[in-house]
């Protein structure tokens, strides 16, 4: 089974930076297509960034230019640097994983098989 623990959500002001990390284990980690994803309160869950098998990545248009998604196989971690941050940027923020050489895709939520917990981060005006 394979589980995904985030770390690195925070409260920050507007403008200000923070680092999610998504660690993988119970799995030897590989280059499957990962995501991140974010939910407000009473919003709907919105893919954020997704790195592809190729370590292509895309984004949400609202947070191009401003976040980055890498991740360090050798450490099986994920990670999603944010910065600029904005109050309307305030989410839960969950790491998914689609299985292995499968696509996965910002607009669909159901094409990735695990998810974590979620972090919080909060940006105050």
Do not use: H
Request: hydrophobic share 35%; glycine share 10%.
């Amino acid at each position: 089974q394979v589980q995904l623990v985030e770390s690195g959500g925070g409260s920050v002001q507007t403008g200000g930076s923070l680092r999610l990390t998504c660690t993988v284990s119970r799995y030897t980690y590989r280059r499957n297509c990962m995501g991140w994803f974010r939910q407000a309160p009473g919003k709907e869950r919105e893919g954020v960034a997704r790195v592809d098998i190729n370590d292509i990545a895309s984004y949400a248009d609202s947070v191009k230019g401003r976040f980055t998604i890498s991740r360090d196989i050798a450490k099986n971690t994920l990670y999603l640097q944010m910065n600029s941050l904005k109050p309307e940027d305030t989410a839960m923020y969950y790491c998914a994983a689609a299985n292995w050489l499968s696509a996965c895709s910002l607009g669909s939520s159901v094409s990735f098989a695990y998810w974590g917990q979620g972090t919080q981060v909060t940006v105050s005006s």
